[in-house]
Nanobody, 116 residues
């Protein structure tokens, strides 16, 4: 059974940086496309960044130029480097894995709060 465990969420001041990590276990990391989503209170969950198993990335317009998604196959981990954080980035961030012929898997979420 695939499991995803996120870490790295924290309270940070506006303009600060955080790096989120998501470790995958119980499956072959290389077959999964990986994504980071977020959900703020009262809002729907939205895609933040996505990286295919081939390394192709795409980002939500709101985070382009500030966030970077990457993956490390040796560590079975996907990262989200977040710079120039804004209060609007406050949300619970979730990791997602989707592979061919498999369902989608979700982590438990990690809280990011941007506040002065």
């Amino acid at each position: 059974q695939v499991q995803l465990v996120e870490s790295g969420g924290n309270l940070v001041h506006p303009g600060g940086s955080l790096r989120l990590s998501c470790a995958l276990s119980g499956g072959a990391f290389s077959i999964y496309d990986m994504g980071w989503y977020r959900q703020a209170p009262g809002k729907q969950r939205e895609l933040v960044a996505h990286i295919t198993r081939g390394g192709i990335t795409n980002y939500a317009d709101s985070v382009k130029g500030r966030f970077t998604i990457s993956r490390d196959s040796a560590k079975n981990t996907v990262y989200l480097q977040m710079n120039s954080l804004k209060p609007d980035d406050t949300a619970v961030y979730y990791c997602n894995a989707a592979g061919p012929f498999t369902g989608a898997y979700w982590g438990q979420g990690t809280q990011v709060t941007v506040s002065s």
